[in-house]
């Protein structure tokens, strides 16, 4: 009974200095952050909640849940405020964008539209070396722009660039080539037309522990 105390006191020793010099990893390169347990808003008359990087939450209803750093795993909590989520009020849906990183090399952003009925109308995930991104309507559809595509051809028809559209009535984003000029500028990516403004969900701090 002794060693198995004695090995569980190791255990706990062990990732109380793991998770300290995780913590002290991500002061040195993420800057000041704070520990946040969820992100959340009210808007268009719905409840939209984050409790883990990703699990989207609209009501009671667990709309999508994804793990971008292992894909056969439960998303992972938000640790801290370096880890962030923004939502944009749109004509008939709402949108939110969610983000996971290291602070060095490593950052992937995920895309949640949901319409007025607070049902999930698509997903769309990208990672960082697309950079600067701009989200806009043009007609019906939600153009998803990016500096990265506006600097690489990629393939792209001359004269055009590629984007990834959410057309009306759609469950996916699909790339798509449109003229430059519609969605560029030089290499910098320009709203195609009404621009999507997102702003900062609201976060949410872990529960205080009774020390008593």
Known sequence: MRSLLLAMGMLAGNATAASAQEET?????????????????????????????????????????????????????WHDSANTAEIAVGRDEVVVRTSSTDCIDYQWTRLYVVNQRGELRGTFTYPHVWERVVLSYRAADIVYATNYYCEFAEGAPQGQAWTHVLRAGAREFMRESRPRAEVCVGNQARASGELLVFMPMQPVPPARRDSR
């Open 25 to 77: 990893f991500r002061l040195e390169n993420c800057g000041y952050v704070f520990s946040v347990e969820s992100y959340v808003a009210s808007v268009s008359g719905l409840d939209i909640a984050l409790t883990a990087n990703d699990r989207l939450i609209v009501g009671d209803r667990v709309l999508a849940e994804s793990n971008t750093w292992r894909r056969n795993e439960p998303p992972r909590p």
